[in-house]
């Protein structure tokens, strides 16, 4: 699985992600940024040579071997971002941290103007918490933008009912996570079409308002661990909350 992908992509994945960042810098200085699965470091290095010191870059990882700052300043010379001599005198050096993004994010609440995400939220047991995790740190006039994983994998050799990274009931009724994301305030399903049919492009979400999706997490079955070359989680949610429910094979 690729953990390589660059500035570029942020730049094709998000829309008018990076044109924004720009005019905020250009508005207050500089702005913190995470890079939430960052992989090798790839896309935040070309974020500290588009935009100097404009940047604060932040990044997690669930383990070292998916990336740490060794690789990433071996990527970066690799790439020809940076010359070894050129990144020895690179004064903010993104961070990377290691953590499971399905529990609390070990980050204080307001803490970033931006976050992105790309190719890491399909690995994720609980992917709406992490969304709603992501609420909590951005500040009040902060985005996110997150490659949603909506379509899963088209392997097909994959079991169908193995290809789906979600499954949401809302009132006991199967729905598409992009229509019900899209209802809930300060939350935006984008799509866009890119010749072959209409393609989920990004999930946004702001700092403005708190976000709550109402949604419990029930279950997440991890590909992995069922065949060696699927890959990826599917988590299952409802509506129904905890509070309200109960189960009917557990009344005595
Ligand atoms: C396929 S790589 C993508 C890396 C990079 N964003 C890219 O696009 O090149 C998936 C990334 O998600 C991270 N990841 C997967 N599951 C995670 C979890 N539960 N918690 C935190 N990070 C996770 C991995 O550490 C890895 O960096």
């Not at 790839?42 to 974020?47: E, K």
């Not at 383990?63 to 010359?83: L, P, W």
Request: net charge positive; aromatic share 14%.
């Amino acid at each position: 699985m690729p953990k390589d992908r660059g500035i570029d992509k942020v730049d094709a994945y998000f829309g008018d992600f990076t044109k924004i960042i720009a005019e905020r810098i250009k508005r207050k200085g500089r702005v913190r940024i995470l890079d939430a699965g960052c992989g090798y470091g790839v896309a935040m290095m070309g974020f500290v040579k588009r935009f100097g010191e404009g940047v604060e870059m932040e990044g997690y990882n669930y383990s070292r071997n998916d990336g740490d700052t060794a690789k990433m300043k071996e990527q970066a010379v690799e790439k020809g971002i940076f010359t070894e001599k050129e990144l020895a005198k690179v004064r903010n050096l993104p961070r990377i941290i290691y953590c499971d993004a399905s529990k609390r994010l070990p980050f204080p609440a307001r803490s970033f103007d931006f976050i992105y995400s790309m190719a890491s939220l399909y690995l994720y047991d609980d992917k709406i918490g992490f969304l709603e995790e992501c609420n909590r740190i951005l500040k009040k006039d902060g985005i996110a933008r997150i490659s949603p994983a909506f379509l899963g994998v088209k392997r097909e050799k994959t079991p169908e009912y193995y290809r789906d990274y979600w499954e949401v009931f809302d009132k006991g009724k199967e729905v598409k996570i992009w229509n019900y994301a899209n209802r809930i305030r300060g939350v935006r399903a984008v799509w866009q079409n890119r010749g072959n049919g209409d393609k989920p492009m990004y999930i946004e979400l702001t700092g403005r308002h708190k976000i709550d999706f109402g949604l419990r997490l029930v279950s997440s079955i991890d590909y992995n661990f069922l065949w060696k070359e699927w890959a990826g989680v599917k988590s299952i949610y409802t509506t129904q909350s905890e509070k309200s429910f109960k189960p009917k094979w557990k009344v005595k």
